[in-house]
Protein backbone atom coordinates (compact mmCIF):
# COMPACT_ATOMS: atom_id res chain seq x y z
CA UNK A 1 0.00 0.00 0.00
CA UNK A 2 1.51 3.37 -0.92
CA UNK A 3 -1.28 5.24 1.53
CA UNK A 4 -3.59 6.39 -0.66
CA UNK A 5 -6.83 4.59 -1.57
CA UNK A 6 -4.80 2.59 -4.77
CA UNK A 7 -3.03 -0.13 -4.36
CA UNK A 8 0.46 -1.48 -5.21
CA UNK A 9 0.87 -4.60 -6.43
CA UNK A 10 4.09 -4.17 -8.33
CA UNK A 11 5.83 -5.70 -5.33
CA UNK A 12 3.24 -8.86 -5.13
CA UNK A 13 3.75 -12.32 -6.61
CA UNK A 14 1.79 -15.23 -8.06
CA UNK A 15 0.66 -18.29 -6.15
CA UNK A 16 -1.54 -21.06 -7.39
CA UNK A 17 -5.47 -21.51 -6.82
CA UNK A 18 -4.53 -24.26 -4.85
CA UNK A 19 -2.25 -22.32 -2.22
CA UNK A 20 -4.75 -18.87 -2.67
CA UNK A 21 -7.37 -21.11 -0.98
CA UNK A 22 -5.86 -22.92 1.38
CA UNK A 23 -4.90 -19.21 2.54
CA UNK A 24 -9.08 -18.35 2.82
CA UNK A 25 -9.01 -16.10 5.47
CA UNK A 26 -6.39 -13.25 3.67
CA UNK A 27 -8.49 -13.26 0.36
CA UNK A 28 -9.91 -10.26 -0.03
CA UNK A 29 -13.12 -8.64 -1.14
CA UNK A 30 -14.10 -5.62 -2.27
CA UNK A 31 -14.71 -2.75 -0.27
CA UNK A 32 -12.01 -4.40 1.96
CA UNK A 33 -10.35 -1.85 4.15
CA UNK A 34 -6.90 -2.59 4.05
CA UNK A 35 -4.53 -1.09 6.66
CA UNK A 36 -0.70 -1.87 7.84
CA UNK A 37 -0.31 -3.26 10.99
CA UNK A 38 3.33 -4.43 10.80
CA UNK A 39 6.79 -3.11 9.68
CA UNK A 40 8.10 0.27 9.08
CA UNK A 41 4.77 1.42 7.26
CA UNK A 42 1.83 0.95 9.90
CA UNK A 43 -0.50 3.07 9.69
CA UNK A 44 -1.23 3.51 5.82
CA UNK A 45 -4.20 1.99 4.39
CA UNK A 46 -5.98 1.43 1.11
CA UNK A 47 -9.27 -0.14 -0.19
CA UNK A 48 -9.86 -3.32 -2.46
CA UNK A 49 -11.48 -2.55 -5.55
CA UNK A 50 -13.02 -5.34 -8.10
CA UNK A 51 -10.02 -4.63 -10.84
CA UNK A 52 -7.62 -6.00 -8.10
CA UNK A 53 -9.63 -9.08 -7.71
CA UNK A 54 -8.74 -12.02 -7.71
CA UNK A 55 -5.91 -11.14 -4.70
CA UNK A 56 -4.03 -12.77 -1.28
CA UNK A 57 -2.22 -10.92 1.15
CA UNK A 58 -0.15 -11.84 4.18
CA UNK A 59 0.20 -11.03 8.47
CA UNK A 60 1.11 -7.60 7.91
CA UNK A 61 -2.21 -6.43 6.30
CA UNK A 62 -5.15 -5.54 8.95
CA UNK A 63 -8.68 -6.75 6.81
CA UNK A 64 -11.52 -4.15 7.97
CA UNK A 65 -14.80 -5.93 6.07
CA UNK A 66 -17.50 -3.66 7.39
CA UNK A 67 -21.46 -4.68 7.02
CA UNK A 68 -21.96 -2.04 3.94
CA UNK A 69 -25.64 -2.10 5.47
CA UNK A 70 -24.42 0.17 7.89
CA UNK A 71 -21.31 2.04 6.49
CA UNK A 72 -19.77 2.62 3.71
CA UNK A 73 -16.27 0.79 3.13
CA UNK A 74 -14.99 3.90 1.44
CA UNK A 75 -16.34 6.13 4.73
CA UNK A 76 -14.15 3.99 6.93
CA UNK A 77 -11.58 4.44 4.58
CA UNK A 78 -11.42 8.43 4.61
CA UNK A 79 -11.77 7.78 8.48
CA UNK A 80 -8.62 5.52 8.79
CA UNK A 81 -6.84 8.26 6.40
CA UNK A 82 -7.15 11.30 8.75
CA UNK A 83 -4.29 12.31 10.47
CA UNK A 84 -5.16 12.32 13.58
CA UNK A 85 -6.47 8.37 13.08
CA UNK A 86 -3.10 8.08 11.76
CA UNK A 87 -1.52 9.63 15.13
CA UNK A 88 -3.47 7.41 17.04
CA UNK A 89 -2.44 4.09 15.43
CA UNK A 90 0.97 4.94 16.16
CA UNK A 91 0.56 5.71 19.49
CA UNK A 92 -1.29 2.22 19.75
CA UNK A 93 2.04 0.72 17.78
CA UNK A 94 4.55 2.70 20.55
CA UNK A 95 2.54 0.79 23.17
CA UNK A 96 2.97 -2.79 21.50
CA UNK A 97 5.84 -4.90 22.60
CA UNK A 98 6.83 -5.02 18.96
CA UNK A 99 6.64 -2.82 15.97
CA UNK A 100 2.79 -4.20 15.19
CA UNK A 101 -0.69 -3.58 15.88
CA UNK A 102 -2.87 -6.40 17.08
CA UNK A 103 -6.04 -6.96 15.74
CA UNK A 104 -7.64 -6.84 19.18
CA UNK A 105 -6.62 -3.21 19.28
CA UNK A 106 -8.00 -2.80 15.80
CA UNK A 107 -11.82 -4.28 16.92
CA UNK A 108 -11.45 -2.22 19.97
CA UNK A 109 -11.43 1.91 17.72
CA UNK A 110 -14.19 3.55 18.05
CA UNK A 111 -15.42 5.10 15.12
CA UNK A 112 -17.17 8.52 15.13
CA UNK A 113 -20.01 7.58 12.80
CA UNK A 114 -22.43 10.62 11.12
CA UNK A 115 -25.82 10.43 9.50
CA UNK A 116 -26.07 8.42 6.83
CA UNK A 117 -26.97 11.08 4.16
CA UNK A 118 -23.51 12.82 5.63
CA UNK A 119 -21.58 9.77 4.98
CA UNK A 120 -22.90 9.65 1.43
CA UNK A 121 -21.81 13.73 1.31
CA UNK A 122 -18.47 12.86 2.69
CA UNK A 123 -17.87 10.42 0.68
CA UNK A 124 -18.83 11.52 -2.89
CA UNK A 125 -17.06 14.72 -2.43
CA UNK A 126 -13.65 13.42 -1.15
CA UNK A 127 -13.74 10.39 -3.82
CA UNK A 128 -14.22 13.18 -6.76
CA UNK A 129 -10.69 14.04 -5.51
CA UNK A 130 -9.11 10.57 -5.72
CA UNK A 131 -10.91 9.88 -9.18
CA UNK A 132 -9.23 12.59 -10.60
CA UNK A 133 -5.84 11.27 -9.07
CA UNK A 134 -6.24 8.16 -10.07
CA UNK A 135 -7.34 9.14 -13.36
CA UNK A 136 -4.24 11.13 -14.00
CA UNK A 137 -2.13 8.40 -12.94
CA UNK A 138 -3.43 6.35 -15.67
CA UNK A 139 -2.52 8.88 -18.13
CA UNK A 140 1.55 8.74 -16.32
CA UNK A 141 1.44 5.32 -17.06
CA UNK A 142 -0.30 5.23 -20.53
CA UNK A 143 3.11 8.26 -21.46
CA UNK A 144 5.86 6.44 -19.61
CA UNK A 145 4.31 2.82 -21.61
CA UNK A 146 4.73 5.05 -25.02
CA UNK A 147 8.37 6.40 -24.22
CA UNK A 148 9.36 2.59 -23.49
CA UNK A 149 8.09 1.12 -26.43
CA UNK A 150 9.78 3.51 -28.52
CA UNK A 151 12.81 3.37 -26.88
CA UNK A 152 13.04 -1.07 -27.28
CA UNK A 153 11.95 -0.29 -30.48
CA UNK A 154 14.99 1.88 -31.87
CA UNK A 155 17.46 0.82 -28.84
CA UNK A 156 16.76 -2.88 -28.19
CA UNK A 157 15.53 -4.35 -31.67
CA UNK A 158 17.24 -1.85 -33.57
CA UNK A 159 14.62 -0.56 -35.77
CA UNK A 160 15.72 3.30 -35.44
CA UNK A 161 15.13 5.74 -37.79
CA UNK A 162 17.63 5.24 -40.88
CA UNK A 163 18.31 1.39 -39.91
CA UNK A 164 17.81 0.15 -43.02
CA UNK A 165 20.44 1.52 -44.37
CA UNK A 166 23.12 1.36 -41.62
CA UNK A 167 25.44 -1.61 -41.06
CA UNK A 168 26.09 -3.46 -38.00
CA UNK A 169 29.30 -4.21 -36.50
CA UNK A 170 30.29 -6.64 -34.16
CA UNK A 171 26.18 -6.49 -33.05
CA UNK A 172 25.57 -3.12 -33.28
CA UNK A 173 25.23 -0.54 -35.85
CA UNK A 174 27.97 1.30 -37.31
CA UNK A 175 28.84 4.23 -35.09
CA UNK A 176 27.49 3.51 -31.94
CA UNK A 177 29.40 2.59 -29.05
CA UNK A 178 29.41 0.37 -26.03
CA UNK A 179 31.01 2.72 -22.91
CA UNK A 180 30.42 2.74 -19.68
CA UNK A 181 27.14 4.36 -17.80
CA UNK A 182 30.23 6.45 -15.83
CA UNK A 183 31.37 7.60 -19.20
CA UNK A 184 28.38 9.48 -20.57
CA UNK A 185 26.19 10.23 -16.69
CA UNK A 186 28.29 11.71 -13.75
CA UNK A 187 27.31 10.16 -10.13
CA UNK A 188 28.92 12.82 -8.25
CA UNK A 189 25.56 14.80 -6.70
CA UNK A 190 25.87 17.86 -5.13
CA UNK A 191 24.41 17.84 -1.60
CA UNK A 192 23.52 20.23 0.84
CA UNK A 193 25.99 21.96 2.94
CA UNK A 194 24.28 21.58 6.63
CA UNK A 195 24.69 25.89 7.05
CA UNK A 196 22.77 26.69 3.33
CA UNK A 197 19.84 24.14 3.81
CA UNK A 198 16.58 25.88 3.80
CA UNK A 199 14.74 26.09 6.80
CA UNK A 200 12.16 23.73 5.71
CA UNK A 201 13.14 20.87 3.87
CA UNK A 202 11.16 17.92 1.24
CA UNK A 203 13.24 15.01 2.15
CA UNK A 204 12.67 12.05 0.03
CA UNK A 205 14.12 8.92 1.05
CA UNK A 206 14.05 5.24 -0.23
CA UNK A 207 10.79 4.21 1.19
CA UNK A 208 8.73 7.35 -0.41
CA UNK A 209 10.17 6.51 -4.00
CA UNK A 210 8.10 3.30 -5.89
CA UNK A 211 8.92 2.66 -9.63
CA UNK A 212 9.51 6.28 -11.34
CA UNK A 213 6.96 7.74 -8.56
CA UNK A 214 7.38 10.09 -5.32
CA UNK A 215 5.13 8.55 -3.39
CA UNK A 216 5.40 11.26 -0.39
CA UNK A 217 7.80 13.51 0.68
CA UNK A 218 8.12 14.56 4.35
CA UNK A 219 8.10 18.41 5.16
CA UNK A 220 10.12 19.15 8.41
CA UNK A 221 12.39 22.02 9.97
CA UNK A 222 15.91 21.21 8.93
CA UNK A 223 17.22 21.60 12.45
CA UNK A 224 15.58 17.87 12.41
CA UNK A 225 16.61 16.44 9.22
CA UNK A 226 18.78 13.30 9.34
CA UNK A 227 22.23 13.24 8.09
CA UNK A 228 20.90 11.35 4.87
CA UNK A 229 18.73 14.28 4.00
CA UNK A 230 21.12 15.66 1.83
CA UNK A 231 21.47 14.89 -1.78
CA UNK A 232 20.70 17.97 -4.31
CA UNK A 233 18.56 16.77 -7.39
CA UNK A 234 18.56 18.70 -10.50
CA UNK A 235 16.05 18.93 -13.61
CA UNK A 236 16.84 15.99 -15.60
CA UNK A 237 18.48 14.02 -12.95
CA UNK A 238 17.85 10.03 -12.33
CA UNK A 239 17.75 8.67 -9.37
CA UNK A 240 17.95 4.77 -7.39
CA UNK A 241 18.42 3.34 -4.51
CA UNK A 242 21.85 1.83 -3.61
CA UNK A 243 19.27 -0.71 -1.35
CA UNK A 244 17.52 -3.36 -2.31
CA UNK A 245 17.54 -2.39 -6.15
CA UNK A 246 15.23 -5.31 -7.00
CA UNK A 247 12.33 -2.88 -5.41
CA UNK A 248 12.88 -0.61 -8.26
CA UNK A 249 13.25 2.79 -5.99
CA UNK A 250 14.27 4.97 -8.58
CA UNK A 251 12.62 8.37 -10.29
CA UNK A 252 13.19 11.13 -13.09
CA UNK A 253 13.91 14.41 -11.30
CA UNK A 254 12.12 17.14 -13.52
CA UNK A 255 11.20 20.92 -12.65
CA UNK A 256 12.77 19.69 -8.71
CA UNK A 257 11.53 22.39 -5.72
CA UNK A 258 14.57 23.98 -4.26
CA UNK A 259 14.12 22.65 -0.99
CA UNK A 260 14.10 19.38 -1.90
CA UNK A 261 16.68 16.93 -0.10
CA UNK A 262 17.17 13.34 -1.00
CA UNK A 263 18.66 10.20 1.29
CA UNK A 264 22.22 9.81 0.32
CA UNK A 265 20.94 6.22 -0.22
CA UNK A 266 20.50 7.14 -3.16
CA UNK A 267 22.84 7.58 -6.13
CA UNK A 268 22.43 10.47 -8.14
CA UNK A 269 22.92 10.63 -12.40
CA UNK A 270 23.33 13.62 -14.58
CA UNK A 271 23.36 13.01 -18.19
CA UNK A 272 26.46 14.29 -19.53
CA UNK A 273 27.06 12.66 -23.22
CA UNK A 274 23.49 11.19 -23.63
CA UNK A 275 19.85 13.39 -23.13
CA UNK A 276 17.56 12.62 -19.73
CA UNK A 277 15.17 10.67 -21.77
CA UNK A 278 17.54 8.09 -22.67
CA UNK A 279 19.21 7.72 -19.77
CA UNK A 280 15.97 7.07 -17.34
CA UNK A 281 14.98 4.13 -19.62
CA UNK A 282 17.86 2.77 -19.61
CA UNK A 283 18.89 2.86 -15.47
CA UNK A 284 14.83 1.24 -15.43
CA UNK A 285 14.98 -1.68 -17.61
CA UNK A 286 15.12 -5.37 -16.20
CA UNK A 287 18.70 -5.94 -17.51
CA UNK A 288 19.65 -2.45 -15.60
CA UNK A 289 17.97 -3.53 -12.72
CA UNK A 290 19.20 -7.03 -12.74
CA UNK A 291 23.06 -5.81 -13.08
CA UNK A 292 22.43 -4.01 -9.78
CA UNK A 293 20.91 -6.99 -7.99
CA UNK A 294 23.81 -9.33 -9.08
CA UNK A 295 26.32 -6.88 -7.72
CA UNK A 296 24.76 -6.17 -4.16
CA UNK A 297 26.59 -7.25 -1.37
CA UNK A 298 25.31 -7.84 2.64
CA UNK A 299 22.69 -10.63 3.22
CA UNK A 300 20.55 -8.82 5.46
CA UNK A 301 20.57 -4.87 3.68
CA UNK A 302 21.79 -6.02 -0.09
CA UNK A 303 23.07 -3.09 -1.05
CA UNK A 304 25.08 -1.90 -4.03
CA UNK A 305 27.35 1.12 -4.17
CA UNK A 306 27.51 4.02 -7.13
CA UNK A 307 30.70 2.28 -8.85
CA UNK A 308 27.98 -0.53 -9.48
CA UNK A 309 26.11 2.10 -11.23
CA UNK A 310 29.03 3.53 -13.02
CA UNK A 311 30.32 0.23 -14.27
CA UNK A 312 27.88 -0.91 -16.59
CA UNK A 313 27.34 -1.66 -19.47
CA UNK A 314 25.50 1.00 -21.78
CA UNK A 315 25.10 1.18 -25.70
CA UNK A 316 25.76 4.67 -26.69
CA UNK A 317 23.89 5.44 -30.07
CA UNK A 318 24.94 8.49 -32.38
CA UNK A 319 24.02 12.09 -31.19
CA UNK A 320 21.73 12.49 -34.16
CA UNK A 321 19.60 9.57 -33.01
CA UNK A 322 19.50 10.52 -29.73
CA UNK A 323 18.53 13.83 -30.07
CA UNK A 324 15.62 12.91 -32.59
CA UNK A 325 14.98 10.11 -29.71
CA UNK A 326 14.86 13.05 -27.07
CA UNK A 327 12.60 15.31 -28.95
CA UNK A 328 10.21 12.71 -29.29
CA UNK A 329 10.01 11.45 -25.57
CA UNK A 330 11.11 14.96 -23.62
CA UNK A 331 7.58 16.67 -24.33
CA UNK A 332 6.29 12.94 -22.97
CA UNK A 333 7.79 13.57 -19.88
CA UNK A 334 7.59 16.89 -19.28
CA UNK A 335 3.56 16.09 -19.77
CA UNK A 336 4.04 13.40 -17.17
CA UNK A 337 5.66 15.75 -14.53
CA UNK A 338 2.93 18.41 -15.09
CA UNK A 339 -0.15 15.45 -14.52
CA UNK A 340 2.23 14.44 -11.31
CA UNK A 341 2.10 17.99 -10.20
CA UNK A 342 -1.46 17.98 -10.56
CA UNK A 343 -2.06 14.45 -8.22
CA UNK A 344 0.44 16.20 -5.79
CA UNK A 345 -2.16 19.46 -5.61
CA UNK A 346 -5.54 17.36 -5.39
CA UNK A 347 -4.15 15.01 -2.93
CA UNK A 348 -2.82 18.30 -0.90
CA UNK A 349 -6.50 19.93 -1.01
CA UNK A 350 -8.27 16.55 -0.15
CA UNK A 351 -5.78 16.27 2.72
CA UNK A 352 -6.38 19.41 3.89
CA UNK A 353 -10.41 18.84 3.47
CA UNK A 354 -10.51 15.65 4.98
CA UNK A 355 -10.41 16.29 8.95
CA UNK A 356 -12.67 19.03 8.59
CA UNK A 357 -15.12 17.46 7.03
CA UNK A 358 -15.27 14.64 9.28
CA UNK A 359 -15.40 16.41 12.09
CA UNK A 360 -18.36 18.81 10.63
CA UNK A 361 -15.94 21.92 10.73
CA UNK A 362 -16.60 22.23 7.02
CA UNK A 363 -20.63 21.49 6.24
CA UNK A 364 -21.75 18.69 3.70
Known amino acids: ?25 SILEEGDVLLTIAGADIGKRGIVEERYL ?10 MRVDQRQVAPRFLYYWFKQPQTFRYIQRLNAQAAQSN ?27 AYDDLIENNRRRIQLLEQAARLLYKEWFVRLRFPGHEHTKIVNGIPEG ?8 VADTKAENHK ?15 VKQGRVLWKNKMPSSEALEQARRKGT ?35 SPVAVPFSYLYLFVTTDDFVGHLVNH ?27 KIFHKKTKPVFRMMQVLEKEINALAHARDLLLPKRMSGEVAV
Not at 244 to 249: C, G, M, Q, S, V
Not at 296 to 322: C, H, M, W
Request: proline fraction near 5%; charged fraction near 20%.
Open 1 to 25: MNGDSSLDLSGGFCISEDVHQSLRR
Open 54 to 63: PVNTNQAVGI
Open 101 to 127: IYLSMLRNIEVAVPSMSERQQIVSILS
Open 176 to 183: WEKKKLGD
Open 194 to 208: ASTLPNEINYIDISS
Open 235 to 269: DGDVFGSNVRPNLRAYALVLDPDENNAFSTGFTIL
Open 296 to 322: TTGASYPAVRSVDFERAKILLPTQNVL
